[in-house]
């Protein structure tokens, strides 16, 4: 990768290498291109980097100029917030609304899942009244008391 210089100040990157070939068609080039030939056609060799670590829920890494390390212009970044202060408390109030909300019904969910299909309660009641026996009851009542209500 590459990135195009003016006055020694990165103006655009990454520029590739086949990019740089065909914005000069009329010169050919022995690859690897050589950092003597980059320079005297304003280029110089660009080297990607992974942002620093940062919390992408409130935060986002923006890219910045790059900078001189080594004789390479290495990619920069930027932390920065994604919300003002307001925004951010607004935020945080809406996801701890929403903890809330899905705490409180989530013994609904965790029921759903355990109550016996329509067509097994259907047979017990069948059977329950056959025999004189409470195996309906006795089931729904354990779900009810394995995941009771707030």
Excluded: C
């Amino acid at each position: 990768m590459l990135v195009k210089l003016e006055n020694g100040v990165p103006v655009e990157w990454p520029v590739s290498e086949m990019a740089f070939d065909l914005r000069h068609p009329n010169v050919s080039f022995v690859m690897p291109l050589d950092e003597a030939t980059l320079a005297q056609f304003g280029y110089g060799t660009y080297k990607l980097s992974d942002p620093q670590s940062h919390d992408a829920q409130w935060q986002e890494a923006q890219e910045a100029t790059p900078v001189l390390q080594d004789g390479v212009w290495v990619q920069q970044w930027i932390i920065v917030d994604k919300y003002t202060a307001g925004e951010r408390a607004a935020k945080e109030a809406e996801i701890a609304t929403a903890a809330a909300e899905a705490a409180a019904t989530e013994y609904q969910r965790l029921r759903a899942g355990a109550y016996p299909s329509l067509q097994e309660q259907m047979d017990m009641l069948y059977w329950d009244e056959v025999n004189g026996t409470t195996t309906w009851k006795d089931a729904i009542a354990k779900v009810k008391a394995d995941y009771p209500k707030p």
